[in-house]
């Protein structure tokens, strides 16, 4: 395949979005997303020098954004420069490889296998939103778990004898931040790649809107008319 990821745009009547629509205020504390890690730059471009190389998961402190806020895409990531502050030291980043989400660290956070993954996500956003009223439906073929968690968001689990959805609502933060947060639950680079060469973007306004990962399971992150992502994830078995 020539191209690792496809991309689908339509052109719609729309203003230029900001990469971060929810963007996080000065002193905010962010991750560093990016499996490789990240350059911290002496200036906002992306051939300034580079001061060090942040690791994933590193915390870093927002410092302020540069001034002529201008969105940028890198690898089908949207983001604009930001200063930041790692282990004393001061330089810019991209703020598309940043995310206010915690980073997957635990084995339970992990998978080795994409079958897992509804898993790994159940347990990520159960562990960092505080999980509570549990509300269950039960039939004789199916029951459906809904956690509330915290922010307005929240995470439904449904099992039948031939499907599992997990469904995830996430409050302000972006289309791709979900999907290096996902990509970053698979340990195996085997799998990671895998995702790359079956993810379709779907654009608007000028920002990735919606991302469909063609593998098993079927993984949708998307938009929602509310502001929020929305993640489902859907497992077949059975006959």
């Not at 060090?52 to 089908?76: C, K, N, Q, Y």
């Not at 060469?197 to 990962?213: A, D, L, N, R």
Request: net charge negative; proline share 3%; glycine share 6%.
């Amino acid at each position: 395949m020539e191209n690792l990821i496809k991309i689908l745009v339509f052109v719609l009547l729309a203003t230029g979005l900001f990469a971060n629509t929810d963007k996080p205020t000065t002193g905010s504390t962010l991750q560093v997303i990016a499996p490789s890690g990240l350059n911290l730059r002496a200036l906002p471009a992306m051939d300034a020098a580079t001061l060090i190389t942040m690791p994933h998961g590193a915390e870093v402190t927002l410092l302020e954004f540069e001034d002529s806020g201008e969105v940028s895409r890198v690898e089908w990531v949207d983001g604009k420069w930001i200063k930041v502050e790692f282990n004393g030291i001061e330089g810019w980043a991209f703020d598309g490889f940043l995310t206010i989400l915690n980073v997957p660290s635990h084995d339970l956070e992990m998978t080795r296998e994409y079958l897992d993954l509804g898993r790994a996500i159940e347990m990520w956003a159960r562990h960092n939103f505080y999980a509570t009223d549990i509300d269950t439906i039960s039939t004789e073929s199916s029951e459906t778990v809904k956690y509330e968690l915290e922010n307005n968001q929240f995470l439904r689990i449904s099992d039948t004898d031939y499907t599992n959805v997990t469904e995830l609502h996430l409050e302000g933060v972006r289309v791709m931040e979900v999907y290096q947060l996902i990509n970053a639950m698979v340990k195996d680079r085997g799998n990671k790649e895998w995702v790359k060469e079956e993810s379709v973007f779907f654009e608007k306004g000028g920002t990735i809107h919606s991302v469909k990962i063609n593998v098993s399971p079927k993984i949708t992150i998307r938009k929602t008319y509310d502001d929020q992502v929305r993640v489902l994830i859907e497992t077949y078995h059975g006959c």
